[in-house]
């Protein structure tokens, strides 16, 4: 096995409290149930879906950052170790995270040569002139001039800030990062430098993305592979051509049909009634079937299974499988 990350049945159930009824009672939030992809060096793998829907929950699972409740994470074929351990601690060099804030993720006083320095100094990069290097090297790699190593956040655009988070999470050179967001706070016209900067920089490092967004458009660009979720689950999962461009799942033919640029064969938008269920109270059947304009009785009973639809692509719908289904239900 050659995958760099290999997630399998993964799943992150919370305790919550139930907000109404009496006696309170806790229930389960099934914030992932079920997830399985892997990723191999150098590649990007794009986790899309509404607000909800569970792509941080689960980066944060690869990660060790939440405790998951069923599944397994493998990474270079070995499962994480414990969070808060030595071990993970050494594991963490390898796999970084990047958040949507970069103001949020940097100390407002302290310049950023400082925090690009700080991991090499906490992993034992003991030689201060060897850090300086390394600092300068990758700074001048992800578009910093080395005198602004000396700035503080504050004095920086907001492009320079999200290439300092950058240049932090890659100065350990992880083979692993995942990027949460990593562009929707910056202003349009920064978006594409910072995209640009992503792709070449995988291409000079090898280093492979789990990349987390809402915004399609740019996973198109940006990734290798693309896995749609809903209500903690992949419902389609294949290459960005395919998706964009023949959608199978009534959900992901809603979302690519909202973006205004690209051809589907249906080209008119599809409004989505609604807002996703609660991840409380998650449907019987399909958990799609209440904001499906395609649901038939089957639908309503069974929940359909992530499947090969033989053009490289999995998908969780019945009448992606069977589209004469219907008539025979
Ligand atoms: N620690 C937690 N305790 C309880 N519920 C949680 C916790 N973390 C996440 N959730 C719930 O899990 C579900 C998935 O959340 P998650 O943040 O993973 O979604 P998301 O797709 O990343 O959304 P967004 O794009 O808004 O960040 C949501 O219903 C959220 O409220």
């Known amino acids: 096995m050659n995958d760099l990350l290999q997630v399998d049945d993964l799943a992150c ?5 139930r907000d109404h009824g009496f006696p309170a009672r806790r ?14 060096a150098g590649r990007t793998l794009a986790l899309v879906g509404e607000s909800g829907c569970g ?14 409740t069923g599944g397994d994470v493998l990474f270079k074929g070995a499962p994480l170790p414990k969070a808060g351990t030595r071990e993970w601690r050494r594991q963490r060099q390898d796999m970084q995270l990047v958040f949507q804030d970069p103001l949020a993720a940097l100390d407002r006083r302290l310049p950023i040569g400082r925090q690009i320095e700080e991991p090499l100094h906490i992993h034992g990069v003991d030689d201060k002139a060897q850090r300086r290097e390394t600092v300068t090297r990758i700074m001048t790699a992800i578009g910093l001039k080395p005198h602004q190593a000396a700035s503080f956040p504050h004095e920086l655009s907001g492009g320079q800030r999200q290439r300092a988070v950058l240049a932090r999470a890659l100065v350990l050179e992880p083979s692993l990062l995942v990027l949460d967001e990593p562009i929707s706070a910056l202003d349009v016209s920064i978006q594409a430098q910072v995209i640009n900067l992503l792709v070449e920089l995988q291409e000079r490092l090898g280093v492979a993305y789990l990349f987390i967004s809402h915004d399609l458009k740019v996973v198109r660009q940006i ?8 209500l903690g689950r992949i419902v389609e999962h294949g290459d960005p051509e395919t998706i964009f461009t023949a959608p199978a799942h009534p959900y992901t033919r809603a979302l690519v049909s909202a973006i205004p640029t690209v051809r589907t064969t249906k080209r008119e938008r599809i409004i989505l009634s609604g807002d996703p269920p609660n991840p409380i109270d ?16 089957r639908c309503r009973i069974e929940r359909p299974e992530l499947a090969s639809t033989g053009d490289g692509r999995t998908v969780a719908c019945h009448l992606a499988h069977a589209p004469d289904v219907r008539a025979v239900a």
């Open 13 to 17: 159930h919370f305790s919550v409290r």
């Open 27 to 40: 229930v389960p939030l099934k914030a992932v149930d079920g997830v399985s992809f892997s990723l191999a």
């Open 55 to 68: 792509k941080s929950t689960t980066a944060k699972a690869v990660l060790g950052l939440t405790h998951k």
């Open 223 to 230: 990734s290798h592979e693309v896995a749609v979720m809903y």
């Open 282 to 297: 998650t449907p019987p059947g399909c958990p799609f079937h209440t904001r499906c304009a395609q649901a038939f009785e």
